[in-house]
C-alpha cells in the first residue's frame, strides 16, 4: 500500500479565505491569565470583511482570555479529521450585545444561509446574551495535510 504524503501548501490570502469559508470546524486558541494556552473546539465562518467569526457567551474563558490578550491562533479543520488543516494567527476582540446582533446575523449567513425568520433569531440571540469573537487575521502557516515525509515514499 502506497504511503500517504505530508503537503505543505503556501496560499495567498484570497486562497486562505477561500479554504476556511467551507470549512466550519475549528480550534480557537487563546491565552489564560497564566500563560497556558487555551483550546476550544468551534463552528466558525468568515464575514464578509474576511475575518473569522465565533460565536460565544460573555462568561466563557474563550471571551475572557480574548478581553484580556486579543492575541489568538485559530486552527481550522476540514469535515474529514484526516483533511486538509490551516492554523491562522490573528487579533481578536469580543462584541457583546447589541452591538453583537447585526454581526451575528452575519454568523448565522456564512454558516448556514438564510434563516427562515430573522427577528425569530434575532430575539433568540438577545434572549441568550450571545457575543461574538472576531479574529483579523494577520498571518498563516501553509495548508497542510498529514502524512510521511516524502523521504520515505515508496
Known amino acids: 500500500m502506497p504511503r500517504t504524503i505530508a503537503t505543505n501548501t503556501q496560499v495567498t490570502r484570497d486562497e486562505l479565505l477561500e479554504f476556511i469559508r467551507i470549512r466550519h470546524h475549528g480550534i480557537l486558541m487563546t491565552t489564560r491569565r ?6 476550544s473546539p468551534n463552528t466558525i465562518g468568515v464575514d464578509t470583511q ?20 486579543g492575541q489568538v491562533s485559530v486552527c ?9 488543516w490551516v492554523q491562522v494567527d490573528g487579533t481578536a476582540e469580543v462584541l457583546d450585545l447589541p452591538d453583537a446582533l ?3 446575523v ?18 433568540a440571540m438577545a434572549d441568550q446574551g450571545k457575543s461574538l ?3 483579523t487575521i494577520d ?6 495535510t498529514g502524512g510521511f515525509p516524502a523521504r520515505l515514499a515508496d
Request: charged share 30%.
Open 34 to 39: 497564566d500563560g497556558r494556552p487555551q483550546a
Open 50 to 69: 474576511g475575518r473569522i467569526v465565533v460565536s460565544t457567551y460573555p462568561e466563557r474563558a474563550k471571551a475572557m482570555n480574548v478581553r484580556r490578550n
Open 76 to 84: 481550522v479543520l476540514s469535515d474529514d479529521f484526516g483533511g486538509p
Open 102 to 104: 447585526e454581526p451575528l
Open 106 to 123: 452575519e454568523y448565522f449567513r456564512c454558516i448556514s444561509g438564510e434563516h427562515p425568520d430573522w427577528d425569530e433569531y434575532r430575539q
Open 133 to 135: 469573537i472576531r479574529v
Open 139 to 144: 498571518r498563516w502557516g501553509p495548508i497542510a
